[in-house]
């Protein structure tokens, strides 16, 4: 099993760039789908976008689709959301998953199996 640790948040400009990392440790890394969900205060966790096993299939929400991309350093255990043109509804707790699936759907939070522990993401002038 792998543990989750992200990194990268904190407060940028709309129109604005950040990456978030996810640093895993553990076993087994490249045997993981990962993904990353976000959460607003008093809101459900909702899901942004997943990637495969090596890489080679993404899977993004519309509402991020075009500005947000995910990749995986499987050499490095990391995964990585590259969030471009930010918007202040971008502003959320962002939150690394696992799962030993990878779902070619939106997915939900019971889909998946283990949580980093959250990175703060901030839009504002």
């Known amino acids: 099993q792998v543990q989750l640790v992200e990194s990268g948040g904190g407060l940028v400009q709309p129109g604005g760039s950040l990456r978030l990392s996810c640093a895993a440790s553990?076993?087994?890394?490249?045997?993981?789908?990962l993904g990353w969900f976000r959460q607003a205060p008093g809101k459900a966790r909702e899901f942004v976008a997943a990637?495969?096993?090596?890489?080679?299939?993404?899977n993004v929400e519309d509402s991020v689709k075009g500005r947000f991309t995910m990749s995986r350093d499987n050499a490095r255990n990391t995964v990585y959301l590259q969030m471009n043109s930010q918007r202040p509804e971008d502003t959320d707790i962002y939150y690394c998953?696992?799962?030993?699936?990878?779902?070619?759907?939106?997915?939900?939070?019971?889909?998946?199996?283990?949580w980093g522990q959250g990175t703060q993401v901030t839009v504002s002038s």
């Open positions: 990637i495969s096993w090596q890489g080679e299939s993404t």
């Open positions: 998953d696992a799962d030993p699936h990878f779902y070619g759907r939106r997915w939900t939070v019971e889909d998946v199996d283990i």
């Open positions: 553990g076993r087994d890394f490249g045997k993981y789908a």
